[in-house]
């Protein structure tokens, strides 16, 4: 556990935290994490997760601008939900993504886990990308990931990070109560 991790711990927890209550601020206060863990997912041979960080550092300012100038009235993006295509959609991007990487990962690299951290970073761009346009759906998803994620970080001795993801799963739920809650008194 080094003291960037810990930084990148606590600006985490509180991107997430600002993106459940829908802070616009959760996407540059998440720009500064996705940097922090660049160095640290460098550091610990995990390429695909380390590439993720920068795809996500440019999510954070497309994210920034949906939330703020995106959507129909040009106000921001109001929480939606997906349609099946859409849905199929992200779930191929993923898979066809994370067996790209994890081949490139697996054949080109020393890369500690090139299939598992390519698969979950892969799944994670198309969480993001979802998350960016505020599709409900992005927190069940992060869910799922982030319980994976806990069992990666701890088999690379990153155990804050493990923690780490562990409540980034406690607020993917919290996540997911609050929007579709809003949703629901917004459509009704």
């Known amino acids: ?12 927890v509180l991107a997430v ?10 996407w540059p206060v998440g720009l500064v994490m ?9 550091d610990s041979k995990l390429y695909s997760n ?12 497309y994210g920034w601008w949906q939330w703020v100038y995106g959507g129909e009235a040009k106000a921001g993006v109001k929480i939606g939900r ?3 295509s859409r849905l199929f959609q992200g779930v191929s991007l993923g898979v066809i993504g994370g067996c790209g990487l994890g081949y490139l990962m697996s054949a080109y ?32 998803l992060w869910v799922v990931l982030d319980v994976l994620f806990v069992g990666l970080f701890l088999t690379q001795a990153l155990y ?18 609050v929007w579709r809650r809003e949703y629901v008194v917004a459509t009704a």
């Open 17 to 26: 935290w600002l993106t459940i209550r829908q802070n616009p601020w959760c």
């Open 82 to 84: 997906l349609s099946a």
């Open 109 to 140: 690299t020393d890369a500690s886990a090139p299939w598992q951290d390519a698969f979950l970073s892969a799944f994670s761009l198309v969480a993001q990308w979802w998350m960016a346009q505020k599709h409900m759906e992005c927190w069940l």
């Open 50 to 61: 380390m590439l993720l960080q920068l795809a996500y550092a440019l999510l954070q300012g």
């Open 1 to 12: 556990m080094s003291l960037i991790e810990i930084i990148a711990t606590a600006t985490g």
């Open 34 to 42: 996705v940097l922090l863990y660049t160095w640290i997912f460098y």
């Open 160 to 177: 804050l990070t493990a923690f780490l993801y562990a409540v980034f799963t406690a607020l993917a739920v919290r996540g997911w109560v």
